[in-house]
């Protein structure tokens, strides 16, 4: 289980799947229910980055 534990510490999924030897996809597929606890911090970075820029409109 320390997969679950890499993840829930904020370490990137790329970064555990490489150390894993699976992919992404996979190691996802078989953890995602597992990670939990870093919303609020996700929330703090987003909002601390401020607002996003609106996308180029085409045409405009």
């Known amino acids: 289980m320390e ?3 890499w ?3 904020g370490v990137p999924a790329a970064d555990v ?3 894993a030897g699976n992919s992404v996809p996979v190691l996802l ?3 995602a229910r597992c990670i939990n606890g870093q919303l609020d911090d996700l929330k703090q970075r987003i909002e601390s980055a401020g607002e996003l ?3 180029a409109v085409p045409g405009a």
């Open 17 to 19: 799947a490489e150390w």
């Open 3 to 5: 997969k679950a534990h």
């Open 29 to 31: 597929a078989a953890y």
């Open 7 to 9: 993840l829930n510490a």
């Open 53 to 55: 820029p609106d996308p």
